[in-house]
């Protein structure tokens, strides 16, 4: 192998550990949003059965 091609192979490994960051990143954001969205119709949900209550 070349010092092109190992070079070459390199950026490419680079490039798909960036992607896998990318993606566990925008997993980890996707996970906190609904989690956060959940929480807050959950307690939604509570007030409105003290209201009635």
Not at 18 to 38: H, N
Request: hydrophobic share 40%.
């Amino acid at each position: 192998m070349t010092e092109k091609e190992k070079m070459l192979k390199q950026m490419l490994h680079d490039a798909n550990d960036l992607k896998s960051y990318q993606m566990i990143w925008l997993g980890q954001r996707i996970f906190v949003m609904t989690t956060a969205s959940f929480a807050h119709l959950k307690s939604f949900l509570h007030c409105d059965e003290i209201c009635q209550g």
